[in-house]
């Protein structure tokens, strides 16, 4: 776990090469380039290719089958696939919304039959007026001194048609409009929109071999404007140009040697601490979906450190309290396999794939310890499951104190290895400010012992709350260590404006409590629908309430699961990106962005 360091590195040439030399180092794709220009050169580069382009694009890989893909662009049109693949979307819709609407009129008419609505001239100063009644209606119906007559009944309706040359008065219902057309001829229309979404689906499957070209198109397009907008970046002065820009140190020999081939002069700088450079997090693979989940809220500033692999492990912990219940830890791995394949298509993918792995044996593992299966506990099983995973349970849910100490512990030590990593990062510092840090760990860690235990374990509390609170007071300030009066009354004011976030550090701690809060609760859903589906079954179960208990289960079983989901990814990152990073990552950077070549990948 680290933020790879970097250098900076400036290449000076002569104008006339400059496209040349900026080709290259976009075909190295070792560099995030500066802008030496500001004004001219600044944002993001625009895409090189239209939006249009991007949705017909989408449209074509979304289409559920797939066709090969080409790779010979001899027959290749892209702005003849960007039209056909629009137009077919938007023929789609069109006729989606028209058989929608077809559908209803044709449910709307069969009822009366097959039939064409005579012209106003065939009825001369009558119309028909067209009434679905209930059953329970009819009697007004029939006391009335209307012309009417029942053209159709089934289980809950009378299909009625009152002559009349003005609305009728007095009927329990309101008229309904009828499609003109006649149920055949709605039938064929409908029938030859199916026919023609049918064949727009086949030429759409037909279109997405050209994915893969497509695709290379939209990337050459879009590196050429990336390539555009660099060369806008760049220093130009007297027929010679400068470029710029941050790369590892690992591939500072490449770009040297790129100088040399291209005849360029060429100076490496190392970063100072006013510098800013861009952050590039490097992880084992196996543990690099940490990643997402930090850069997901904030990117480390280049000075500070990568948390991802605490983010990591302390997300799956978090995670998995508040799921609490090894059953759905198995379903969630259930989930996990189906798509495992798939999210290894790309290095996201697997990179995030390897995160839910971790979420998946840590619910595991943490819902064996709380003794929970699908809301059942483990002590209340039967043979031959009972005796076996009973003894399993060290935790109880239910047992409120035990609980909220375990999950404020938790919380008090996340806080206090954040602020640890602190003190590490500020351990060379000559105004010794690497203790508050230390200070506040030791008045957490105080505090917690303080309050939760007794006798000599709450006298060495307090003897850390005091050491903590003295560290905090007079090694808060950045001002050389002095010993004169006003320099230690300016170092103690400094303390005492630091020794404000104590009410923070408090409620940091209790927030944690929201583990067990969300545990309890998923815990205390999973066996309330249990039990409402053991009194709907009853003893002994019966056809449809046996039927009638399984739904409920299903369906409140896969609500809770859904709402665990939830508050764990919420909370889990929560906990870590707000509560962790304040005591632990106060400054904020931004991406390594390799100027690179899309269409090379």
Known sequence: MAIVPVSKVTLYGIADHKQAVLDGLQDLGCAHLVNL???????????????????????????????????DARHFD???????????????????????????????????????????????????????????RMDSVRASDLVWEVVARDERFEYAVVVQPDRPQGMPVSPVDLDPRPLSELTDHLQKMELELERLHARRIELTRWCLLFTQAMAKADDEAVLEHAGHQT????????????????????LTEFAREHGLAVSVDEPT???????????????????????????PGYHTWDPSLVVFFSFAVFFAMIFCDAGYGLLLGIVLACVWRKMGLTQTGKRMRNLFLALVLASIGYGVVAGSYFGVRADQMRAPMGPILAPLQVLDPNNTNQMMLLTITVGAFHIILGNLITAWRFRRSSSYAYLAPVGWAAMILGGLIAGTQGGVAASLGVILLSAGFGAVLFFTSNRPLSFR???LLWRVL????????????????????????????????????????????????????????????????????????????????????????????????????????????
Request: aromatic fraction near 10%.
């Open 485 to 487: 009066p006003l320099d």
């Open 78 to 136: 892209f702005a003849a696939v960007e039209r056909e693949a629009l137009a077919i979307q938007q023929r789609e819709r069109e006729l989606n919304d028209e058989c929608e609407a077809v559908r209803a009129a044709i449910a709307a008419v069969k009822p009366w039959g097959d039939f064409h609505l005579p012209s106003e001239d065939d009825l001369g100063p009558l119309r028909l007026w067209f009434y679905v009644v209930p059953h329970r």
């Open 37 to 71: 220009t500001p004004g001219t050169g600044d944002g993001q580069p625009g895409r090189g290719y239209s939006v249009e382009a991007h949705k017909a694009l989408k449209y074509l890989q979304a289409c559920p089958t797939q066709r090969r893909p080409s790779r």
């Open 235 to 254: 220093l130009d002065d007297s027929g010679v140009f400068a470029v710029q820009g941050w790369a590892p140190r690992d591939a500072v020999p490449r």
């Open 273 to 299: 601490p006013e510098d800013n450079p861009p952050t590039l997090l490097s992880n084992p693979e196996p543990l690099a979906g940490g990643e997402g989940t930090v850069t997901f809220y904030m990117t």
């Open 494 to 601: 400094d303390g005492f404006k630091n020794l404000t976030n104590v009410s923070k550090a408090f409620g940091d701690v209790l927030s944690y409590l929201r583990l067990f809060a969300l545990g309890l609760a998923s815990g205390v859903l999973a066996a309330t629908f249990n039990e409402i589906a053991g009194m709907i079954a009853g003893s002994p179960p019966h056809g449809v309430r046996l039927l009638a208990a399984i739904l409920v289960l299903i369906v409140g079983h896969g609500l809770n699961f859904v709402l665990a989901i939830v508050g764990g990814v919420v909370h889990g990152l929560r906990l870590n990106c707000i509560e962790f990073f304040n005591w632990s990552l106060p400054e904020e950077g931004y991406p390594f962005q390799a100027f690179c070549k899309k269409a090379s990948y």
